[in-house]
């Protein structure tokens, strides 16, 4: 129980596009989910918190502009980079929490690897 | 504000041999710790977490921590590694708030020779 899966997995797109990714609680509600950036060889920079129905919460320095999230289900969450540029490439984690009796933990997906060239 | 802090970022050792990940944490409150660990290119896994009780947690894959109050340490332990134990392992704390934040240390990377 308790599998998050992200979509896609890679993804390689040109300098001023737009990507989107998706984040899927598979078995279970989640009423937060949580997005994370990831730089090779460092930890992971919580980019934002959202739940279910209301807008995201984001970190000090994450321009909500550029990273968009939409938590509209308590299974779905998305990611969008508007306009992305090479030094957005990164590693893009999700997390989600809301699990019966396991509220305090969250569970994560797999990540997405973002290249903007 | 809490903080969490790793103060290895490479613990190189041999298989068999056994490894201790060290993890200092600060926080005015009552925390809650994790261990998680990170296979190239994939997402976190969550090895062993204190919540409350006993302060010597046993996780997944023969890991267990001890909770350290008065040292506010949450040192990460096994006997024996194999080579499959390569990988990132991160320290992570909850120390309040309704969205159960983490805020995670910069991370170990264990590497097991043969």
């Known amino acids: 129980g308790a599998v998050v899966s992200q979509h896609p997995s890679w993804v390689i797109c040109k300098s001023g596009t737009s990507v989107k990714i998706e984040c899927r609680s598979l078995?279970?509600?989640?009423?937060?989910m949580f997005w994370y950036r990831q730089f090779p060889k460092q930890s992971l920079m919580l980019m934002a918190t959202s739940n279910e129905g209301s807008k995201a919460t984001y970190e000090q320095g994450v321009e909500k502009d550029k990273f968009l999230i939409n938590h509209a289900s308590l299974t779905l969450s998305t990611l969008t980079v508007t306009s992305a540029h090479p030094e957005d490439s990164s590693f893009y984690i999700c997390s989600a929490s809301g699990l019966a009796g396991r509220l305090n933990e969250q569970f994560f997906g797999p990540g997405t690897r973002l290249t903007v060239l | 504000a809490q903080s969490v802090t790793q103060l290895d970022s490479q613990v190189p050792v041999f298989e068999e041999a056994p490894v201790e990940l060290r993890c200092n944490y600060s926080s005015s409150v009552s925390v809650y710790l994790f261990w998680y660990v990170q296979y190239p290119n994939q997402g976190l896994q969550l090895l062993l977490k204190?919540?409350?009780?006993?302060?010597l947690v046993k996780g997944i894959n023969g890991f267990e921590a001890e909770f350290n109050k008065s040292q506010t340490s949450f040192h990460l332990r096994k006997p024996s590694v194999h080579i499959s134990d390569t990988a990132e392992y991160f320290c992570a704390v909850y120390s309040g708030g309704s969205n159960y934040k983490l805020t995670f240390g910069k991370g170990t990377l264990l590497t097991v020779n043969p």
């Open positions: 204190y919540l409350s009780g006993s302060t």
């Open positions: 078995d279970f509600q989640a009423t937060t």
